[in-house]
T-cell receptor, first 112, second 111 residues
Framework: DTAVSQTPKYLVTQMGNDKSIKCEQNLGHDTMYWYKQDSKKFLKIMFSYNNKELIINETVPNRFSPKSPDKAHLNLHINSLELGDSAVYFCASSFKGDQPQHFGDGTRLSIL | EDKVVQSPLSLVVHEGDTVTLNCSYE??????LLWYKQEKKAPTFLFMLTSSGIEKKSGRLSSILDKKELFSILNITATQTGDSAVYLCAVQPNTGNQFYFGTGTSLTVIP
């Protein structure tokens, strides 16, 4: 019954590795997002995506790439992980791009 | 550069107190301001404000927007320990799907 679900909940890996985080929403929403939340609880949008448009925050390194196999899924792939990538990553969705978002429970990524 | 500033950064109160959380913003072509509550995991939506002077209310929580002075407040009356959380303010401009979040206010309610 979870509206926005992310896997895994925790991800511990070494610098230089490539990893993916999966996100699925069962709300029938058209728009999905990825956010990064740092240790100070600051949430920063990384991507927003609907069937027609991918909007990338220009500050996001190109090591991060969103992949959407269909409207209900938006996965996040990260290449060559760095120490500064350690954070909690939240997936979210909304009915349209100007509506409130429903967030997943987050994936805590720790880079060793 | 667009930005959102929340104050105070943290707040400790006793049960039954009333608190006011502040959010000021500088955003080009404002569309909406949203409040979220974040406990241990996912932020959960509280209010979305688009018009000045119209109070949104849900139980003991209420919020209002001032588009002239570019700020919003979130009020919580008769606080309970379950109100302990980080309260996040986000602002959306009129273009694209961008949302700018503040750093949040951490509220702790002591029994």
């Amino acid at each position: 019954d979870t509206a926005v679900s992310q896997t895994p909940k925790y991800l511990v890996t070494q610098m230089g590795n490539d990893k993916s985080i999966k996100c699925e929403q069962n709300l029938g929403h058209d728009t999905m997002y990825w956010y990064k939340q740092d240790s100070k609880k600051f949430l920063k949008i990384m991507f927003s995506y609907n069937n027609k448009e991918l909007i990338i925050n220009e500050t996001v390194p190109n090591r991060f790439s969103p992949k959407s196999p269909d409207k209900a899924h938006l996965n996040l792939h990260i290449n060559s992980l760095e120490l500064g990538d350690s954070a909690v990553y939240f997936c979210a969705s909304s009915f349209k791009g100007d509506q409130p978002q429903h967030f997943g429970d987050g994936t805590r990524l720790s880079i060793l | 550069e667009d930005k959102v500033v929340q104050s105070p950064l943290s707040l400790v109160v006793h049960e039954g107190d009333t608190v006011t959380l502040n959010c000021s913003y500088e955003v080009t072509n404002f569309r909406s301001l949203l409040w979220y509550k974040q406990e241990k995991k996912a932020p959960t939506f509280l209010f979305m404000l688009t018009s000045s002077g119209i109070e949104k209310k849900s139980g003991r929580l209420s919020s209002i927007l001032d588009k002239k002075e570019l700020f919003s407040i979130l009020n919580i009356t008769a606080t309970q320990t379950g109100d302990s959380a980080v309260y996040l303010c986000a602002v959306q401009p009129n273009t694209g799907n961008q949302f700018y979040f503040g750093t949040g206010t951490s509220l702790t309610v002591i029994p």
